[in-house]
């Protein structure tokens, strides 16, 4: 069996620090298959950016930063380089052979993704992730 993808979008590695959810834990729990996290690196240059502001966006993004800089170290995500606008290019990797979820919060991107029928995680309510 394949190894499943998991491509984290940047809004959704904010959900730890804004709701206190450990999306971590929660997706080894809705997720029974083999899976490797994968975030873009055009994720990790917009988290980037958001670090620098201040307030609970900053905080989050700076937060977020740290998630992805503990689990690289210990081999649980993995960064992907990516081209161009984010959205984009997660709507051309999950045309790949390799099974995909996504777990984001952009509402534009969640109907692009249920077009092309490929499952999203989201955020269901302040305390839980589950299927869209």
């Known amino acids: 069996m394949k190894t499943k993808e998991i491509i984290l979008d940047t809004n959704f590695l904010l959900v730890p620090f804004q709701f206190k959810i450990d999306i971590f834990s929660e997706l ?5 298959d083999n899976f490797v996290f994968v975030v873009p690196t055009g994720v990790v240059s917009e988290l980037k950016k958001l670090s620098k502001g201040r307030g609970k966006e900053g905080a989050a993004a700076r937060f977020a930063l740290k998630i992805i800089e503990v689990y690289v170290n210990t081999k649980k995500i993995k960064t992907v380089k990516s081209n161009g606008f984010v959205d984009d290019w ?5 045309k790949s052979e390799n099974p995909v979820v996504v777990c984001t919060n952009d509402t534009n991107l969640r109907l692009r993704l249920k077009k092309a029928k490929v499952p999203v995680i989201t955020l269901k309510s302040r305390s839980k992730i ?3």
């Open 90 to 94: 997660i709507m051309k990797i999950v």
């Open 28 to 32: 080894n729990y809705l997720i029974e």
């Open 130 to 132: 589950g299927f869209a």
